[in-house]
């Protein structure tokens, strides 16, 4: 499985931009990076994800590398209701399982 | 479709006891995936289906480990004789095929094994 490394925390202040980056230089032509987060005690909840170009929702925007060795999350304005860990995954391969790191625990200060 | 819903939502047994839990995907995805979570790490792949048929297991999933989703829509995960190790979040979810889709998880079921 195709390896993510994040850093283990990130802290925030409320209403300022948040960039979560991701390293992925084992990445193959086909992955699709996946982005997850997990509140406590909850399910892993959908992000965003991409290929090769960036992207964006309502939640967030991706900012994928030209190499596509790395990519970067981007909560436009933070809340304190986006206080989780977020995981950055490669979704690839013949079965298209998600793997789980560790992931970046974001706190965000009011 | 409300999601993916799993139940119970929590789950205390003996252990040597056996448990059994269920998950309802969203309707119309063909995948189904299980995971388990403990304190601290993220989840842990376990088991795969696409419709009725299971795809491929993990290391992790034990002999005392199994799983169905008969017809392809819900699905079971029974655990017998528990142990202690099995205390976990035991997580599922679904997600049409294919790498660019995204894939719904349930609120999962915490066991706890005294």
């Known amino acids: 499985d195709a390896k993510t490394t994040q850093p283990n925390s990130m802290e925030s202040n409320e209403e300022e931009p948040v960039h979560l980056p991701c390293n992925h230089s084992?990445?193959?032509?086909?992955?699709?990076i996946h982005w997850y987060r997990q509140l406590p005690s909850q399910g892993p909840e959908y992000v965003i994800h991409?290929?090769?170009s960036n992207v964006n929702n309502r939640m967030a925007s991706l900012a994928i590398a030209e190499d596509r060795k790395s990519s970067t999350l981007i909560l436009h304005r933070a809340t304190l209701r986006d206080a989780a860990v977020y995981y950055c995954?490669?979704?690839?391969?013949?079965?298209?399982?998600?793997?789980f790191g560790k992931g970046t625990l974001l706190t965000v200060n009011p | 479709d409300t999601g993916v819903s799993q139940d119970p939502r929590h789950k205390i047994t003996k252990r040597g006891q056996n448990v059994t839990f269920r998950c309802d995907p969203i309707?119309?995805?063909?995948?189904l995936y299980w995971y388990r979570q403990t304190l601290g790490q993220g989840p842990e792949f376990l088991t795969y289906?696409?419709?009725?048929?299971?795809?491929?297991k993990s290391r992790l999933l034990s002999d005392r480990f199994s799983a169905e989703r008969p017809k392809g829509s819900f699905s079971t995960l029974e655990i017998q004789r528990t142990e202690q190790g099995d205390s976990a979040m035991y997580l599922c979810?679904?997600?049409?095929?294919?790498?660019?889709?995204?894939?719904?998880f349930g609120q999962g079921t915490r066991l706890t094994v005294v």
């Open positions: 979810a679904s997600s049409l095929a294919g790498p660019g889709t995204e894939a719904f």
């Open positions: 084992t990445i193959s032509g086909t992955d699709y």
């Open positions: 991409g290929l090769t």
């Open positions: 995954i490669l979704r690839g391969g013949s079965n298209y399982k998600l793997t």
């Open positions: 309707s119309e995805h063909n995948r």
């Open positions: 289906f696409q419709n009725e048929a299971q795809l491929e």
